[in-house]
């Protein structure tokens, strides 16, 4: 069973930094799409930021600019370096080996790991 663990989340104010990470024996395949998800209280579950494993990458465009996807194989991790955070990026993020689409109606928890909790204060 492959397990996600994310790591990295906390409380910043606006305009900090943040990076998160997460470790999964399935990253260490370059063939592979992953990305990162987040979800809000009252939000529906949205991809922020996907690797393709052709390399490309997507981003939402409210992060698009401030937040950068990264991959390192030989540690099994992938990365989110968050930039310039905003209070509306406050959210649990998820880390996906599978990429869903960018909206999972039904919520993000349960798909992959426990998420770790991102808060920005004005």
């Known amino acids: 069973q492959v397990t996600l663990v994310e790591s990295g989340g906390g409380s910043v104010q606006a305009g900090g930094s943040l990076r998160l990470s997460c470790r999964s024996s399935r990253f260490h395949e370059y063939d592979l799409d992953m990305g990162w998800y987040r979800q809000a209280p009252g939000n529906e579950c949205e991809l922020v930021s996907k690797r393709s494993r052709d390399g490309s990458t997507y981003y939402l465009d409210s992060v698009k600019g401030r937040f950068t996807i990264s991959h390192d194989s030989a540690k099994q991790t992938a990365y989110l370096q968050m930039n310039n955070l905003k209070p509306e990026d406050t959210a649990v993020y998820y880390c996906?080996?599978?990429?869903?689409?960018?909206?999972?109606?039904?919520?993000?928890?349960?798909?992959w790991g426990q998420g770790t909790q991102v808060t920005v204060s004005s």
């Open positions: 996906a080996d599978v990429v869903l689409g960018n909206t999972v109606p039904r919520g993000c928890s349960g798909y």
